[in-house]
Structures are given as structure tokens and as C-alpha cells.
């Protein structure tokens, strides 16, 4: 059973440019959530894909975007990065009828400067 | 909205002690599911423990264990036998009884030293 992966592992941007990170789900899941880590702190929820459609968001602005692949991969955009979102980003994915149990991927760590 | 607090920033235990990790939470849902997830130096989130609030008997895996005061809003996590490889930080998390779009809410953390 293939676990969740995410590339890159890390990644240097400019404020004012924008990033794609990715993530593959776990063998057989097909929901992904993505959530942002700021050092030092708990992860945020940004929004949850399921069936390709975006499943429920959290209190981020339009700029951040996902897609969600048919082999149920992942893409998180950012659009116009800003000192702030400088972050670890993690992908989870899980069963849909088991949204509860969620398996994350290792992270990737932006750096904005 | 739904909130986790941990209230302890840091804790240190002896090897082979016992530590108790503690967890508050607010919801005005009467059913949900309640984690421990552990955060290595390789930044890998890993669940450690999952109890359902509908459930009154307190989880266990094998050298960790919860104590689930659903009154209380209360969700303490009580690692045994603590081992170096325990190091790591702790987070709390809660998630909606939803068959989907659940989304994890987190508290801040607890950073666990394992001192020889």
C-alpha cells in the first residue's frame, strides 16, 4: 500500500509569485484535504476535495486553489504569495465514507521571501 | 466554530515514566471524533489515537491511552512506559461525526522531551 507523497519537499518563492505543490493520495483514497502549518503552530484547514469538486473551505481567500485530479491526485495553488504563507503544507487523504480517518504525507515547506 | 486548547506549550518525562499530554475542546456537537496526532523532527503527522465521543469507554493502543470527560469537554492523552522515540510534538485535534468533507480541527501543540 503506497502512503501519501507530496512534492516538492521544499521550495523558495518571491512575495508576489505563485506555487503549485502536489500531493498523491493514498492507494484507494479519494477525498484530500490540505491544511497550512506556521511554525510553531497547529495546522489550518484550507479546503477538502472529493470527486473532483471542492468539499468544504476554511478562512483563506480566493488565492488559494486546489484541483483534484481522476486518479484522485492533488494540486494546492497559491496565487500572489505573501511573507505569511510562508508555511508547512500538508496533503491528507482518506475514504469518503471515512473522512474522519485522514492520512498525511510528509509536507511540503514553502519559504516566501 | 469548533475550538482545541492545549494548554501545555512543553513537558518533559523521564524514560520509561509515565506523562499525561491534556487537550480541551468546545462544540455544541453531540457527536464527534476526537485525535491525538504526533509531529516527529521529519514532520510526518501520525495518529496516535482516535476516541468517538458516543462511545464511554476510553481508548487505548497498547502504551498510550485517553481520558475522555465528555462533560467536561475534556481529552487528556497519558503515554506509558515512555520511550526516547515518544520525542516529538503532540496535537490535539478534533473532527464532525461527517461521512465527508470532515476537516481536522487542531490546537497548538504540546512539544514532549524524553530525557535518558
Known amino acids: 500500500e503506497t502512503g501519501v507523497t507530496q512534492s516538492p519537499t521544499h521550495l523558495i518563492k518571491t512575495r508576489g509569485q505563485q506555487v503549485t505543490l502536489r500531493c498523491s493520495s493514498q492507494?484507494?483514497?479519494?477525498?484530500v484535504s490540505w491544511y497550512q502549518q506556521a511554525l510553531g503552530q497547529g495546522p489550518q484547514f484550507i479546503f477538502q476535495?472529493?470527486?473532483?469538486?471542492?468539499?468544504g473551505r476554511g478562512n483563506f481567500p480566493p488565492r488559494f486553489s486546489g484541483l483534484q485530479f481522476p486518479n484522485y491526485s492533488s494540486e494546492l495553488n497559491v496565487n500572489a504569495l505573501e511573507l505569511d504563507d510562508s508555511a508547512l503544507y500538508l496533503c491528507?487523504?482518506?475514504?469518503?465514507?471515512?473522512?474522519?480517518?485522514?492520512?498525511f504525507g510528509p509536507g511540503t515547506r514553502l519559504t516566501v521571501t | 466554530a469548533q475550538t482545541v486548547t492545549q494548554s501545555q506549550p512543553e513537558m518533559s518525562v523521564q524514560e520509561a515514566e509515565t506523562v499525561t499530554l491534556s487537550c480541551t475542546y468546545d462544540?455544541?456537537?453531540?457527536?464527534?471524533?476526537l485525535f491525538w496526532y504526533k509531529q516527529p523532527p521529519s514532520r510526518q503527522m501520525i495518529l496516535v489515537i482516535r476516541?468517538?465521543?458516543?462511545?464511554?469507554q476510553n481508548a487505548t493502543e497498547n502504551r498510550f491511552s485517553v481520558n475522555f470527560q465528555k462533560a467536561a469537554k475534556s481529552f487528556s492523552l497519558k503515554i506509558s512506559d515512555s520511550q526516547l522515540g515518544d520525542a516529538a510534538m503532540y496535537f490535539c485535534?478534533?473532527?464532525?461525526?461527517?461521512?465527508?468533507?470532515?476537516?481536522?480541527?487542531f490546537g497548538e501543540g504540546t512539544q514532549l522531551t524524553v530525557n535518558p
Open positions: 476535495y472529493y470527486r473532483e469538486e471542492e468539499n
Open positions: 492507494s484507494g483514497h479519494n477525498t
Open positions: 462544540t455544541s456537537e453531540s457527536d464527534y471524533y
Open positions: 491528507a487523504s482518506s475514504l469518503a465514507n471515512r473522512g474522519y480517518e485522514q492520512y
Open positions: 476516541q468517538e465521543a458516543y462511545k464511554q
Open positions: 485535534a478534533y473532527s464532525e461525526q461527517e461521512t465527508s468533507g470532515s476537516r481536522l480541527t
